[in-house]
């Protein structure tokens, strides 16, 4: 299975920053959608990610004034990211290594969707689940 199964399921729109948007902004745009990142983007090319985890140590090095920068200052660069075709098992290694939660996901140099950890955990799930319930229904007709 590659990340393409994840982005079928997925509403097709990704919610975006820009790198000239103040910190307050974008932290008002992740808690009004209750999500933890978003990828930075300068047309379809994207050059960062804005995370919470960007949040706190903003706020840990530069205090209130963290949220007067901009979202350029504080992101982090360069993201990381995967195609369409990246198997989700590579995927989760991918994040597990560089202890990142969330992946652009980039086609033709475009961002064509964004997965976070949950998705790919979920997805693994739902498929050993399926998996498990084949097998006792395959036990159970023998």
Known sequence: MTISAILAKHHPD????????????VVTR?????????PVVDGQSVIGIFSERDIVY???????????????DTMTAPAITVAPDTA????????????IRHLPVI???DLVGFVSIGDLVKHRIEKIEA????????????
Not at 63 to 69: E, I, W
């Open 107 to 109: 086609e033709n140099g």
């Open 30 to 38: 992740l808690a009004e959608n209750r999500i933890g990142a978003l």
């Open 58 to 72: 903003g706020v840990a090095q530069h205090g209130a004034a963290f949220l007067t920068k901009t979202v350029a």
């Open 88 to 99: 989700i098992l590579s995927a989760l290694s991918l994040m597990s290594k560089r202890r």
């Open 131 to 142: 998996e498990a319930a084949a097998m006792r229904d395959y036990i159970s007709m023998a």
């Open 14 to 25: 990704v919610f975006t920053a820009l790198p000239h948007e103040s910190v307050t902004d």
